[in-house]
């Protein structure tokens, strides 16, 4: 299983950008996908997840009301809609699979996901 993340960016506090992260390699699975995210000097941090079927979702407080994750089953790509962004979103962003979660389940904590993505770069500036 391959994860690819992009579509970050710079931008100015206030503005959005939509981050994508593309599965292959999964022909088989329902995975649950999470959004996580590490801050210079920071630990990796959960941002959002979705699961299979519903779907259902799950945010980190600081992003409720900002930010989108929704999937696209047809091309097996996970997004992640950031609004309203602010100086402290910046970090790299990392899209991760999770393979055995129930299809209706998605987790918040790094060690339920089995297949990361490379990350992708957020800058917000002030």
């Known amino acids: 299983v391959q994860l690819q993340a992009f579509g970050g960016g710079l931008v100015q506090a206030g503005e959005s950008l939509r981050l994508s992260c593309v599965i292959s390699?999964?022909?088989?699975?329902?995975?649950?996908v999470g959004w996580f995210r590490q801050a210079p000097g920071k630990l990796r941090e959960f941002v959002a997840s979705?699961?299979?079927?519903?779907?259902?979702?799950w945010y980190e407080d600081s992003v409720k009301g900002r930010f989108t994750i929704s999937r696209d089953a047809a091309t097996n790509t996970v997004y992640l809609q950031m609004n309203n962004l602010k100086f402290e979103d910046t970090a790299v962003y990392f899209c991760?699979?999770?393979?055995?979660?129930?299809?209706?389940?998605?987790?918040?904590?790094?060690?339920?996901?089995?297949?990361w993505g490379q990350g992708t770069q957020v800058t917000v500036s002030s």
């Open positions: 390699g999964s022909t088989f699975s329902r995975p649950a």
């Open positions: 979705i699961s299979w079927h519903g779907p259902n979702t």
């Open positions: 991760a699979a999770d393979l055995t979660a129930s299809t209706t389940v998605a987790g918040v904590r790094e060690y339920e996901y089995d297949y």
